[in-house]
């Protein structure tokens, strides 16, 4: 009990050489897979493409003696000074995410749009195959770039992101995930990734860019080289550093759909666990202040220094243009459009957990094969994308000063047609992923694409959306399913010509809005983001509608794509709502399966200190007191095992048994100090044998304020209690009064309170009711 | 100490007939504004205009055997059928609001229109003083309906009703809230209030019958004619009611603004304290359906079946026909529109509470007081509306075709001018609010109006704002802080003209958007609520900017005016963050200074029980049970007063001392039964000398799952385990272990962790820290 390992960390020092070769160490070699759990087993996930140790985080404020010194003793200036700190943090995280989201912007677009011109000239000259060897080539090169920087030095820079963020959030640390090579990576892998045209997008990886960020800047710098300053300090902890990553992660989506308010919301309804209104407002801040820097770069683009990058600025898919017209009895096509994505959305993440499965066997076998299965999925696009238009019929202009569009982006690509002839699919497929959208989202063409064209479209795009997302290079999933909705929307505006005026491209939008809602399950954020990136607010209404009935259809089949994701990796994340069955469980129940707890007396032993650290893997332990009068223990309270470790390693060790002065700790210790997270047994070298028979002052260094729930206590509410209030222990004290007992009885942790770990040691629980949530 | 008195309750019963009289009964007599408080002094708030005492609400799941029962026999039928319930009444309260929101406009349009043709047609036949005896008289008449409901029928109809909501929503339940009369008050007098061109809005009306329907809905009726189909009682409880009160809140503004998302979002921020992501959901389907039968409604009047209801359907300031173009540089403007926004709305938070404080002083006279305060404010403000026009001189027009209106809402009103000539202070005074500000907002008009009528306008709104908003009728915030900011924002602009490009009429916007976040001090709610309000997405990042400048400048000076209104009205809130100073104190020092607590044994004699309640105002006592051995005494958990008085009302007694069984426990009493707050002590009538001596299990009634904390638990924490779990009482026990000892040392209840009342009677906290809050 107590237990959570720090494993992950003192791998981090014994084989430091180790992890500079392989970032992805797995001192576990058993696929997560196969997991058998109980409340005993140690906390593991799927980290990058292996098994490793997580940890949980201290979002709790650790109030002992320390604390308590150190917050008195702060003048009203320093208050004002880390006030100013925090602020400035927030705006630098969204200046630092605009700036990188504009040149990843910039880059992708230069990237492509020349690689696309050289293939276009080829067709205009009618070399086929070897514009289709220049296609393939470039498109092999850049995802073999994207690909072999994610495996060899970040395998955690792979897929999105977003779960691991809102894993630790959450209060759960996945190594590895904040450095500044996993920065560096995603934004080369996310720009090569991208520009190999490969069906993925931006947006995951922004928001974990923006989420690196601010964890970086939250530090410091970088792990070797780090600001020594005080001030930045003090935002070296767990729950500052927690507020940073809820901006940087709205930063991420703002800059990615140039969306302000839809990326706070996303945060807040999707990413964010905890949150408070104070927080809003601070990730607001950040969210303008990168809406300033995108608007600043587009006004320096309209002056053309920007190469190819379009005139359209960033809202990807404006389709404000249009008058939407629309009246009460279309209700009924946009009910059926909201059913129909539902079903295709929880569809869709079926098929996706089925195919994610299969890959991770493949990449747990080595880099090679994770390399080898990127390749092969770019070489499939390409060869799609490129051989694909040849198959359709082409298709003669309506107006000829716009059509066809060749040597820039727009609708009407002329491909292998002849003169005042355009290739319909080809403008859909031979483009970069962003133009795909624009060109389908268009409005007033209700005739400009075949419905065999979209049939094509809508198929190769439900195939690669499926097989992109698990390889090893950064991807977002946000545009490959607006790809799917935008087919989908399309084709049944086909369908449903005869019955509804609507206009295609809203239906395309429309279609987009119930795929996303039926696989990400999200209601309010997905509404705004939807509202900033088309700039229509008549759309409002109908996109809700979409939306709402979209997402109650996609929860009667399965959980959202993001769960999904998180179960897959086995990231213990705690939902808001508690199973009906805890209501029938006591946490002295859980309490009695575990092995007993491990205590301290406010003044010990060095001796026994060191052999609880050796011997156990918990993360807190009791502190108890005797009383004045004999049998009686009084709890002082919990300490860490990481300030157990500060204080050998410091060797703060008395030579009688006595209580500590405040001076003499403070001394020896900050409160910014003991809130950094970075000791392990390990490092603690050459406690000799007559310091083994000192003692240790407890006392200080105690949180003397832990949170303790009654052994009667439901599981339902101890749960809520450890969720709302963001715990990492949770003491159980006795119900009742008598000399001679312990006043502590139990520890439970994350572990413990998880439904899948404790199921399998209650077995009857399951059984005896069904999965009714109370929400 | 667990003391909060059901006094209101049984004033409800005791002076029926007195309250059908006066339904401000005032039991205590004292003005609220010089009060002393306590620890264990009981909850008094301002309710109407006099001083009652309030109650706490469950929000807690009493975890008793019978509520295990209950949830064990539930069938899936059932449990789907709670589900769909709750999904229909979600619909049923976005429906209603949409219609009765539909319906007031109706009226206020109708009313006020044909008013102001009267008076137009008396003005163009120069019959002036007619003109004004029919303004007055109209006004003054309007006025006294409005006023007179609510001095006699329901004077908790009277202001926003706002704040009463947000203390709903955290907890405290105020009394004659959410009736039927109420709602009935709150629709006349509002319609009432804003035809008589008093400077308030519909918008807070609009959110407190939002909410007045979600609760009547939930509980199945008026308190006289409820249903009592058994489906509809679970829904009786304090849990289901807040969330449907939260949906009703948020209808209400959607309502007001036509603003779905808005409306979502301002529950989010402002009103509520809980949130779940599934409520967030269900909020969302209410604003949806409300702005489906707000569109259904347009559809139906552009037919001209709605007199003289305008064209403009709902959306009230639609700026979304304006090419909206600024660069970087003109962040500097709108950074001196914020800042000096602020300051104004601090000022008006400072001098609304001065002038509040004298208006609840003359409020509390009587009533005859409050109608001569709302009449006396009715007849300032219409002479001013009707004489300030004739102070300025009369423009020109510019382009005959559509200067000046005569006969329909529009700019340029001709008032006292000759043909072809426009006033433009009649424009703004003498029109219905809601045109007032789409004209001021009226863009591309940067000539329109004379610097000296902008500030004429601006100043008698300021005074207007300020004296309106205490007097006895249905009164929103909203629309006098967004005229005054309108008026500021002009002015503003007229000053800078020189130095920027941006519109007079989005300055006019912004200035208003300033003041409310200077005043109101919300952020990404107002965002989208001006966003959805303008129609104009290209406004969004200088409207950011403006909204977080203003709320950091009104910060500095001051709380925000719902803060403000709830200290005034003494409604015991509890912020989501603790003050720094609780952490210097623990629950055990907040213990010893309380009495001590009464607590049962769990087969208790009726006597013991009957004292208890008569003696005693606590609300909930502990559970004890002798152990095994001697001198061990466990709990068993904590029972509500309300409980205890069902057992003695039903006669629920046991001859001998005897535990019970389950089936005898289900045939007296279920689950829906007990969650519904209805009894009070004095109902009991009669329990006999001989009943007196029998028993009573305690043991099937009795919540076993308590919340608890450790004596030297600080109030900090307790305060953020009371606030995010939302707790009633929180047991104290204590950190030792002896025996002889009692497992519970006290109880805590809202009243206990208020700042305000610890620090009187721990005045040395005061000094030790200033206020610094960590957010």
Redesign the interface.
């Known amino acids: 009990m107590g237990e959570e390992l720090s494993f992950v960390m003192e791998n981090t020092s014994m084989e430091e050489e180790v992890e500079e070769r392989d970032p992805e160490r797995n001192p576990m070699n058993e696929p997560l897979l196969k997991r058998n759990r109980t409340l005993s087993s140690n906390p593991l996930a799927l980290v990058g493409a292996k098994v490793s140790y997580i940890e949980s985080l201290d979002y709790e404020?650790n109030?002992n003696d320390l604390f308590?010194q150190d917050?008195?003793s702060r003048s009203?200036g320093q208050?004002m000074q880390y006030i100013i700190l925090k602020w400035l943090l927030a705006f630098l995280v969204g200046l630092l995410t605009g700036v990188i989201a504009t040149l990843i912007n910039l880059a992708v677009e230069n990237i492509s749009g020349y690689k696309l011109l050289t293939v276009v000239g080829y067709i205009q000259q009618e070399r086929y195959l070897m514009g289709f060897l220049y296609f393939l080539g470039t498109n092999f090169l850049l995802t073999f770039i994207a690909s072999i920087l994610c495996v060899c030095f970040a395998p955690t820079a792979a897929g999105p992101g977003i779960p691991e963020i809102k894993a630790y959030l959450n209060g759960v640390d996945t190594p590895n995930m904040y450095g500044a090579t996993v920065l560096f990576v995603k934004i080369i892998g996310s720009i090569g990734a991208v520009s190999a045209g490969l069906d993925l997008g931006k947006e995951g990886p922004l928001v974990h860019i923006g989420s690196c960020i601010a964890s970086l800047l939250g530090q410091g710098g970088p792990d070797n080289h780090r600001i020594k300053w005080k001030w930045v300090r003090y935002f070296n902890n767990d729950r500052d550093r927690r507020d940073l990553i809820t901006c940087g992660a709205s930063s991420g989506v703002c800059a990615a759909f140039r969306a302000?308010?839809g990326g706070?919301?996303f945060s807040l309804?999707e990413v964010a666990s905890w949150?408070?209104?104070?927080?809003?407002?601070r990730t607001?801040?950040s969210?303008?202040v990168v809406?300033?820097v995108l608007?600043?770069f587009i006004?320096l683009c309209h002056e053309g220094k920007c190469g190819l990058f379009g005139e359209g600025g960033l809202i990807m898919f404006d389709v404000?243009n249009v008058a939407v017209s629309y009246?009460?009895m279309d209700?009924v096509p946009v009910a059926i459009i909201g059913i129909i994505g539902g079903v295709l959305g929880s569809l869709y993440n079926y098929l996706l957990h089925k195919i994610l499965r299969v890959y991770n066997l493949i990449n747990q076998k080595g880099k090679i094969y994770k390399l080898l299965l990127s390749l092969s999925v770019s070489i499939f696009t390409s060869a799609c994308q490129y051989g694909l238009p040849f198959l359709v019929k082409c298709t003669p202009c309506d107006d000829l000063s716009m059509c066809p569009t060749n040597g820039k982006s727009g609708n009407y690509k002329q491909f292998n047609c002849p003169n005042g002839h355009y290739n319909d699919l080809a403008t859909l497929l031979l483009t970069t992923n962003d133009d795909a959208v624009r060109n389908i989202f268009s409005t007033n063409t209700p005739h400009e694409y075949q419905p065999f064209s979209i049939l094509i479209f809508f198929t190769l795009y439900c195939i690669l959306g499926l097989i992109t997302f698990g390889i090893a290079v950064p991807s977002g999933l946000f545009l490959p399913i607006i790809l799917i909705g935008s087919g989908y929307g399309r084709l049944l505006g086909i369908i449903m010509r005869p019955y509804t005026n609507i206009d295609h491209g809203l239906l395309a939008v429309l279609g987009a809005a119930s795929l996303m809602a039926g696989s990400m399950r999200m209601?309010?954020s997905l509404?705004?983001i939807f509202?900033?990136l088309t700039?229509n607010?008549l759309l409002?209404?109908i996109t809700?509608?979409v939306l709402?009935i979209a997402?109650t259809v996609g929860d009667s089949f399965n959980p959202s794509v993001y769960e999904m994701i998180l179960h897959l990796k086995g990231l213990p994340f705690m939902d808001?709502?508690p199973e009906?069955w805890m209501?029938?469980l006591?946490v002295g129940e859980l309490i009695d399966v575990k092995s007993s707890v491990v205590s301290f007396r406010g003044i010990e032993k060095v001796s026994n200190i060191v052999d609880a650290l050796k011997n156990t893997t918990h993360n807190g332990f009791p502190v108890m007191d005797d009383?004045d009068?004999v049998?009686?223990?009084?709890?002082h309270?919990v300490i860490l095992r990481a300030h157990l470790i500060k204080v050998l390693k410091k060797k703060w060790f008395l030579k009688e048994k006595r209580r500590t002065e405040e001076w003499e700790v403070r001394e020896k210790f900050s409160w910014v100090e003991l809130a950094e997270r970075e000791e392990n047994i390990e490092d603690v070298i050459g406690v000799t044998k007559e310091e083994m028979e000192m003692f240790v002052d407890l006392h200080p260094l105690t949180n003397?304020?832990?949170?303790?729930?009654?052994e009667?206590?439901?599981v339902a509410?101890a749960r809520?209690?450890f969720r709302?209030?963001g715990l990492r222990h949770m003491l159980v004290?006795?119900?009742?009064?008598?000399?001679?007992?312990?006043?502590v009885i139990g520890i439970l942790t994350r572990q413990d309170l998880l439904a899948y770990n404790i199921l399998p040691v209650f077995p009857h629980l399951e059984n005896?009711?069904?999965r009714?949530k109370s929400?």
């Open positions: 404020i109030e308590k917050w008195r009203r208050v302000p308010v706070v919301l309804e949150w408070r209104s104070a927080l809003l407002w607001f801040c969210t303008a809406v300033v608007r600043a006004e404000s009246n009460v209700i209601t309010v509404c705004v509202l900033e700039n607010l409002l209404p809700m509608i709402l997402k808001a709502d009906p209501r029938n006591s009383g009068e049998e009686i223990v009084k709890l309270g003397t304020t832990p949170f303790t729930v009654l009667s206590m439901s509410k809520i209690l709302q209030v004290v006795p119900k009742y009064q008598a000399s001679g007992v312990s006043p005896s009711k069904g009714e929400n």
